[in-house]
């Protein structure tokens, strides 16, 4: 009877999100002894964006579950006030300390902070080290459904004022008929990134700023705009490696700021470094902050 009451709570419960998407209710899920787990709790350690399903939420509760019988089973025989459970205690507040120090001054950079100034004197003194494994091709793209409308635009497209503003054309909520599913702007893509794979032949043989002509697939019917091509061996556009950059640049920023905090914390305390027994020389360092 408990294990049928509650998947009928799960069930109500799911039913209730998926139709109604609002916020969930203080409803319990399960329980163990006096220890509850409510669907609220559910949705805020769960991603929700798209919804939950009823298997997660059964998953989570049997999880649950679980971890709350073994954490009363050991609290029962004491375990949690070992000697053992609070150094591992001691241990994880000390490393939980630090960390929020560590986002708080050395860690609160982006790549978004990094200037493309930046990013372009990187580029320009490693280009060495993004050398093209594959080939890859710069493209933008349109979907439609039917090959008329892909057609039309590929024609706007050249004949107009170009591609953008023929995206835009179609993007215009005065134009009720359009029949565009979907597009991509300024995008690279290896062979095996591109699908549908048919799309690859079509889009190394463009030349740079050359329209295709609409590619019939599965998934629709494909306009290409080519932005470059790239070849194994050469060195690619500063574009296809700006986030590899961006993240370098971010570590070197903080390995620099954390040397440079650690340095002044230095200064303000009394440090000593005993290495006697450590070496063969048996050297005692010992440095006084100022």
Known sequence: MKHAALALILLCSITLVSCTRQQPQLQDVAKVDDQTLTLETIYRQLDTTNGISEMQVRMFARQWVNSELLFQEAKRLGLDNSDAVRKNLEDARRQLTINALLEKEIFNDTPQSVSEEEVAIYFRNHQE??????????????????????????????????????????????????????????????????????????????????????????????????????????????????????????????????????????????????????????????????
Request: glycine share 6%.
């Open 129 to 290: 080290e993004f050398v093209l494994r594959n080939d890859i091709v710069y493209i933008s793209l349109a979907v439609f459904s039917s090959r008329e409308p892909a057609a039309a635009f590929r024609e706007a497209a050249l004949e107009g004022d170009g591609w953008d503003a023929a995206v835009a054309a179609l993007q215009d909520p005065k134009n009720t008929s359009t029949s565009l599913i979907t597009k991509t702007d300024s995008v690279f893509y290896t062979q095996a990134t591109l699908f549908p794979s048919k799309l690859w032949k079509v889009a190394s043989a463009l030349g740079t700023n050359e329209v295709s002509f609409p590619v019939r697939t599965s998934a629709g019917y494909f306009v290409l705009l080519s932005l470059g091509s790239y070849s194994h061996g050469a060195v690619p556009p500063v574009e296809f490696v700006d986030g590899a950059i961006r993240g370098r640049l971010v570590m070197q920023k903080r390995q620099q700021r954390f040397a440079e905090y650690v340095d002044a914390l230095r200064k303000k305390h009394t440090v000593e470094i005993n290495l006697s027994g450590t070496s063969t020389d048996h050297d005692s360092l010992s440095q006084i902050g100022e």
